[in-house]
Nanobody
Framework: QVQLVESGGGLVQAGESLRLSCAAS????????MGWYRRAPGKQRELVTI???????EYAESVKGRFAISRDTAKNVIYLQMNSLKPEDTAVYYC???????????????WGQGTQVTVSS
């Protein structure tokens, strides 16, 4: 069993910062990549950022220069530092991970339960 547990969401004003965390736990052999997606009201879920096992990162254009993903590999934790938040960043943020479990040979994709981020103008 694998669990992804997010924390750190909340309500902030435009221009402020938040940091999200996501911890993966369970029978994990390796994590290929971890990242964050978000779903804004009335919109489809979109990629925010990912970080691979090799440390490569990718960001959505809308968050480049404002958001930063980092990881603690030893703890299977990733962080999303969100600066200069805008009202359009309001969404439910979901942690995502591609994980190979004990006894398996292919990665599977796992999702967290989501954490609400609300940015007021």
């Amino acid at each position: 069993q694998v669990q992804l547990v997010e924390s750190g969401g909340g309500l902030v004003q435009a221009g402020e910062s938040l940091r999200l965390s996501c911890a993966a736990s369970g029978t994990i052999v390796s994590i290929t990549a971890m990242g964050w997606y978000r779903r804004a009201p009335g919109k489809q879920r979109e990629l925010v950022t990912i970080i691979t096992s090799g440390g490569s990162t990718e960001y959505a254009e809308s968050v480049k220069g404002r958001f930063a993903i980092s990881r603690d590999t030893a703890k299977n934790v990733i962080y999303l530092q969100m600066n200069s938040l805008k009202p359009e960043d309001t969404a439910v943020y979901y942690c995502n991970a591609d994980i190979i479990r004990v006894g398996e040979y292919r990665e599977s994709t796992y999702w967290g339960q989501g954490t609400q981020v609300t940015v007021s103008s």
